[in-house]
């Protein structure tokens, strides 16, 4: 079989589409998650948790108070904790991910920041004897821990961080303090009710001088009874957007006392008579940032395609108007729109998910680089995945709003799940740096980068930058994938060089950098956002061009030229300069017909994520189909039908109806 979704008794519909797929699911996951050694650890894991009944859901999140979902949650990770080292293997990040993922969802839960930047701040900034002493008790669970760094008045410009931790030698401790209320931390996940430790970034001052921005290893919580210690005002910030199973906090020091090896101190240190020693690169503190950047093209490209699998099976099965057969209604999947809204975002997300794997491991040999004192590849890849956090939280955004609507009423309906989705994927557009902000980090590196064309320096151009030097060629449409490179390079190539002009001209008017900056910013931001989008439509042809098996091929080729026709059609503003509105009339045929070569093999490529129905928590897109007894036994249990007759009715409705009757 093929499509390995296949069951007896699913939707009629949706297993005539599996029939169709002409390649094999299991290989496609193969590819998806980087091996077939992991992609059978997902379906092993996946299979083992089903076998245990106290991780299933108690009820559909959809129902649950926030109270309960953190409740949920808590009561799931007490289960887990027995079974652990059976599930998966506990020194694998992935894998930790997917159990995640499985059991606990997408609201966020007690663990939300442990693994994600708490671990990672120590593996990256604590010294060995640190480690020595927190990273293990980190690892078994025996504390919880996340990430304090935003405050309520300053996020984005971290050099304005007000907390500060005055180290004083006579005592040999740091005092933590938060000087005003805009100095409490505001917004770490997982800080407001369940953390005990946090690393918390503070101002370091010594003797009146302020270093800047350092990570500290802070306790906030007695370890016996869980109370804020003394010097400690903890709690949650209350309801947001999505993501509300995560106790998302607030923080603030009273003259809090920490010991001095309690600054994280594998790259600064302060000594005991307070001689500071500075960071071999001077943002070496940011990289538990960097870290989860690295991973969000794999992450945002698992929330879209979370949401993909819902829409499209959806449409395989929902049956509305008619094409040429008046005898039978058409799958709604048949229609061009309903493909030109959806088939593009599943190219985005196997291109996402790609990068996502270089981006991950970029940052893992990093990790090692520093570690042996090379710091020289930091700026390449802070500029790398500040672009991309920002590009593919956006067009994340985007492709799940674009699969909600292609649900039609039922997409709005929390039974398809999609709006939960989409509320915790675009927080990706605010968290780990606004992404006009990270656009306009790329653009410093794009702006430096002409810089050294213009100087002569080409050498000196870091990796992804060559074609910036390049002078505009003549594009062969005709050429394959390739030729969409090209436009994009030119493209990006001009709008770099416009914005780096237009920044240069203002300075050369006598502005000064900081106002000429601004004044170029909404050009600097389109140019990263090109830049960015080359790199992913490159490495997208580069990952599908090295897979050997001729169906998954095949398939991701006709994948690859929704991706290309679609993006360069996207981006006809900037395209228009470099090909004729001729050939841009034949790049929207070859899109028509790219979206119908796909179209058989739509609902295999999104089934083969495998993502369960566990994880998708949507009644909407399960794997069987049978969408319309499945939409109606959720309604039938919802709470407010648990009684014919509401409390509200007899107390207000029914009073006020029967006074007007009088
Ligand atoms: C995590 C998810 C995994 C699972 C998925 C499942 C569910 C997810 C659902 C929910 C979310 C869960 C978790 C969310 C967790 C969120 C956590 C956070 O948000 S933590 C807080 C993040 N905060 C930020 O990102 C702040 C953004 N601001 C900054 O990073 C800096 O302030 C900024 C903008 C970089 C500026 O820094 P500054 O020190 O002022 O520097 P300059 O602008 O002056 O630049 C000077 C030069 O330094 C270079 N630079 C800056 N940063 C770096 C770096 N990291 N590495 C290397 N170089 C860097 C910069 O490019 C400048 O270089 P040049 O002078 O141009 O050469
Ligand atoms: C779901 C979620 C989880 C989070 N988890 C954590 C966590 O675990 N730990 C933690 O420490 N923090 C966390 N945060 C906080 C998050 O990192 C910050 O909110 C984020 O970095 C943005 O900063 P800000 O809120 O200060 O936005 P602001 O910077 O105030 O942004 C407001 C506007 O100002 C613009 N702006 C600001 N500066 C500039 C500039 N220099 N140039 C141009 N425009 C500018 C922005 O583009 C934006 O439009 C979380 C946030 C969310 C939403």
Redesign the pocket.
């Known amino acids: 079989m093929l499509n390995k979704s296949i069951m007896d008794g699913d939707n009629p519909d949706l297993t005539e589409e599996r029939m169709k797929g002409a390649f094999d699911t299991d290989k496609m996951a193969a590819v998806i998650y980087g091996s077939e050694k992991f992609a059978i650890r997902r379906r092993e894991i996946t299979e083992s948790i089903s076998r245990i009944p106290q991780l299933a859901d108690s009820k559909p999140f959809s129902f649950m108070t926030r109270e309960e979902k953190i409740s949920e949650s808590c009561r799931k990770l007490s289960v887990l904790s027995e079974h652990w080292n059976q599930l998966i293997d506990t020194n694998n990040e992935e894998e930790a991910?997917h159990l995640y993922r499985e059991v606990l969802g997408?609201e966020?839960h007690a663990f939300?920041?442990h693994e994600?930047?708490f671990i990672p701040s120590l593996v990256a900034q604590a010294n060995d004897e640190q480690q020595e002493k927190w990273l293990g008790r980190a690892k078994r669970r025996e504390i919880i821990g996340c990430?304090a760094?935003?405050e309520m008045g300053h996020?984005?410009?971290?050099?304005a961080l007000e907390t500060t931790a005055t180290y004083y030698p006579s005592t040999q401790e740091f005092i933590l303090h938060t000087p005003t209320e805009t100095a409490l931390k505001w917004?770490p996940?997982a800080l407001g009710k369940s953390s005990n430790y946090a690393v918390v970034v503070a101002d370091l001052v010594i003797r009146d001088t302020h270093y800047g921005a350092h990570p500290f290893m802070v306790q906030l919580r007695d370890e016996k009874t869980h109370n804020p210690l003394p010097g400690i005002t903890v709690g949650d910030i209350g309801p947001k957007m999505a993501?509300n199973g995560a106790d998302n906090g607030f923080l603030g020091f009273n003259q809090y006392k920490l010991p001095r090896d309690h600054m994280l101190m594998r790259h600064s240190r302060v000594e005991e008579n307070g001689t500071y020693t500075k960071p071999p690169?001077?943002?070496i503190g940011?990289?538990s940032?960097?870290k989860?950047r690295s991973?969000m093209a794999m992450?945002q490209g698992l929330f879209m395609v979370s949401a993909l699998v819902i829409a499209v099976r959806y449409s395989a099965v929902r049956r509305q108007g008619f094409l040429d057969d008046k005898s039978r209604e058409v799958k709604v999947l048949d229609y061009q729109t309903q493909q030109h809204r959806l088939f593009p975002s599943i190219a985005r997300a196997y291109a996402f998910i790609f990068c996502g794997f270089e981006t991950i491991q970029l940052y893992d040999q990093l990790l090692i680089d520093v570690k042996n004192g090379d710091t020289s590849g930091?700026?390449d890849l802070?500029?790398l995945t500040s672009g991309l956090k920002s590009v593919v939280t956006h067009q994340t955004g985007e492709g799940i709003e674009q699969a909600r609507m292609a649900c039609g009423g039922h997409g709005y309906s929390m039974a398809s799940y999609i709006s939960e989705i989409y509320g915790?994927a675009i927080?990706?557009c605010t968290?780990?740096?606004e992404n006009m902000?990270?656009l306009l980090?790329l653009a410093?590196?794009l702006v430096?980068s002409v810089e050294l064309v213009k100087t002569g320096k080409s050498k000196e151009l870091g990796p992804m930058m060559n074609y910036l030097a390049e002078p505009d060629t003549q594009i062969d449409l005709t050429s394959g994938p390739e030729a969409y490179v090209k436009v994009f390079q030119h493209a990006a190539r001009r709008q770099v060089w416009k914005a780096t002009d237009k920044f240069h001209q203002l300075m050369e008017s006598g502005q000064s950098r900081d106002i000429a900056w601004n004044n170029s910013a909404v050009e600097l931001t389109r140019a990263s956002r090109l830049h960015t989008r080359l790199y992913i439509m490159e490495t997208f042809i580069r990952r599908v061009s090295s897979i050997s098996d001729v169906s998954i091929k095949k398939v991701l080729i006709d994948l690859v030229n929704v991706h290309v026709n679609y993006e360069v059609l996207d981006i006809g503003t900037y395209a228009l300069e470099h090909v004729s509105s001729t050939q841009l009339d034949s790049i929207r045929s070859q899109l028509y017909s790219s979206l119908d070569t796909l179209r058989p093999n739509a609902v295999s490529l999104i089934d083969s994520f495998q993502i369960s129905d566990m994880q998708l928590r949507s009644v909407l897109g399960r794997r069987d189909g049978h969408v319309y007894t499945n939409l109606f036994e959720w309604a039938k249990a919802s709470p407010l039908n648990q009684t014919h007759v509401l409390p509200s009715v007899n107390q207000y409705l029914k009073p006020m109806m029967d006074k007007a009757k009088l």
């Open positions: 991910l997408l966020g939300s920041l994600t930047m990430y760094q935003t996020g984005t410009n971290l050099r917004w996940g993501f690169h001077a943002k940011y990289s940032m960097v989860v991973r992450d930091m700026s802070h500029a915790v927080g990706g968290y780990e740096g902000v990270m980090q410093r590196y430096k």
